[in-house]
C-alpha cells in the first residue's frame, strides 16, 4: 500500500506562482512513474505531469514551459512547480501512482491517489 499526502495548495492571482507537494508513505514509487492530475469542476480529470523513476518530467501542452516536475533524492515526495498561473489552471490537483511509466499520462491506469488540493487563480 501507498499513501499520499498533497499539500501546497492555495488561492493566488494570474501570473502567480505556487508550489505543490505530494509526499508518499508505504511502499514508495521507487518503481513506477508519479503523476500529477487536476480536475476542475464540472469536468473530466486531465493529466498535468508526471517523472520516471530517474527524474525525467513530462507534461501536458497546456503547462508546458510553465510548470516543473521534480522529485527528491529519497523519492518520497513529487514537488510540481507551478509558474505564471493562469485562471483556467484553477482546479483539485491530486497526485498518483502505481502505473507503469508507459501509460503515464493515462489516469485510469494509476492505482494509488492523494486527497487532492485545491488551486485557485484569480484573474
Known amino acids: 500500500q501507498v499513501q499520499l499526502v498533497e499539500s501546497g495548495g492555495g488561492l493566488v492571482q494570474a501570473g502567480g506562482s505556487l508550489r505543490l507537494s505530494c509526499a508518499a508513505s508505504?511502499?514508495?514509487?521507487?518503481?513506477?512513474?508519479m503523476g500529477w492530475f487536476r480536475q476542475a469542476k464540472g469536468k473530466e480529470r486531465e493529466f498535468v505531469a508526471a517523472?520516471?523513476?530517474?527524474?525525467?518530467?513530462f507534461y501536458a501542452d497546456s503547462v508546458k514551459g510553465r510548470f516543473t516536475i521534480s522529485m527528491d533524492n529519497a523519492k518520497t515526495t513529487v514537488y510540481l512547480q507551478m509558474n505564471s498561473l493562469k485562471p483556467e489552471d484553477t482546479a483539485v490537483y491530486s497526485c498518483?501512482?502505481?502505473?507503469?511509466?508507459?501509460?503515464?499520462?493515462?489516469?485510469?491506469?494509476?492505482?494509488?491517489w492523494g486527497q487532492g488540493t485545491q488551486v485557485t487563480v484569480s484573474s
Open positions: 508505504g511502499r514508495t514509487f521507487r518503481t513506477y512513474v
Open positions: 498518483a501512482t502505481g502505473a507503469p511509466m508507459v501509460d503515464y499520462s493515462d489516469n485510469e491506469k494509476y492505482v494509488y
Open positions: 517523472i520516471s523513476r530517474n527524474s525525467r518530467g
